[in-house]
C-alpha cells in the first residue's frame, strides 16, 4: 500500500516529457562508463606489453691495431763511371811572312820654260763705311705757365653771395691754353665744383688773368695749364 502510493504520487509530479529526459540522462551516464572502463581495460594491456619488452644487449667491439707504415727502400744509386780525359789538339802557330818595305816614287814632272806661271788674283780695295751721321741735340724742357706770381696781380674770383647763404662750397679746375704773349686764349672745366654758380664764376675770371707763359729754353711757347679755384665759406 506504502508503494503504490509512493508510484501515484510520483506518476503524479513527473509528466512524461520529465520521464523521457530522465531516461536519455540514465542512459548518456551508463555508456559513458562503460567507455571509460573499456579505455582503462586497454591502457593496461598496452602498459603490460611495454614492461614485457626484452631488454637490448650492447656489445663493445674494439678495433684492429694500426699497423706502423714501413719505411720505404732506398732507391738504387747508379755507379759512376771513370771520365776519361781527351787529349788536347796541338796548336801549331804559323810565321806570317816578312813584310817588305816599299818606298814611294815621287814622279817630278819638269816644267817647260814657255809656260807662264799662273797669275794670282788681284785684291779688290774695300771701302771704309761712312762715319754714323750725329743726331740732333735733344729740345730743351718745356717750363708750364705760371698765374700766381705776385707781380700779375690777378684778382680772385668772387664767391657769390646766394652760394655762400647757401653754404655751397667746392673745388673748380680749369684747363687753361697760355698763349706766348701769356694771355688766357681758351678756358675749359676740367673738373666741376658740384656748383654750377661757382663753376660760372670760375671760368669768368680766370679769362682775364694774365700768366707767365711757357718757355723752352729762352723762348716763349704757348702751352696748356690746370688752374685750381677753391671756393669755401669761412665762419
Known amino acids: 500500500m506504502g508503494t503504490d502510493w509512493f508510484r501515484k504520487a510520483y506518476a503524479g509530479s513527473h509528466s512524461p516529457q520529465q520521464e523521457k529526459q530522465r531516461f536519455i540522462g540514465l542512459a548518456i551516464a551508463v555508456a559513458f562508463h562503460v567507455v571509460a572502463i573499456w579505455w ?3 591502457f593496461g594491456a598496452v602498459r603490460r606489453q611495454l614492461i614485457e619488452v626484452a631488454p637490448i644487449m650492447v656489445n663493445f667491439i674494439t678495433p684492429p691495431p694500426i699497423a706502423k707504415p714501413s719505411k720505404p727502400a732506398e732507391p738504387l744509386r747508379p755507379k759512376s763511371k771513370p771520365i776519361t780525359k781527351m ?3 796541338i796548336k801549331k802557330t804559323v810565321e806570317a811572312p816578312p813584310v817588305l818595305a816599299t818606298k814611294a ?4 814632272v819638269p816644267r817647260r820654260a814657255s809656260e807662264p ?3 794670282q788674283p788681284e785684291a779688290v780695295p774695300v771701302e771704309a763705311p761712312p762715319p754714323p751721321v750725329p743726331l740732333p741735340p735733344a729740345p730743351p724742357a718745356v717750363t708750364l705757365p705760371e698765374f700766381n706770381a705776385a707781380y700779375l696781380d690777378n684778382p680772385p674770383p668772387a664767391y657769390p653771395a646766394q ?5 655751397e662750397e667746392g673745388k673748380v679746375l680749369l684747363r687753361v691754353y697760355v698763349n706766348a704773349a701769356g694771355a688766357a686764349e ?3 672745366l676740367h673738373a666741376s665744383s658740384g656748383w654750377p654758380r661757382l663753376d660760372h664764376v670760375a671760368l669768368e675770371t680766370v679769362r682775364s688773368w694774365r700768366f707767365v707763359p711757357a718757355k723752352q729754353g729762352n723762348k716763349a711757347v704757348a702751352a ?3 688752374v685750381p679755384i677753391n671756393f669755401t665759406v669761412e665762419n
Open 117 to 119: 806661271a799662273p797669275k
Open 186 to 188: 681758351k678756358v675749359e
Open 105 to 108: 816614287i815621287e814622279a817630278s
Open 224 to 226: 696748356w695749364v690746370i
Open 87 to 89: 787529349p788536347q789538339p
Open 163 to 167: 652760394s655762400k647763404r647757401r653754404h
Open 40 to 42: 582503462l581495460l586497454q
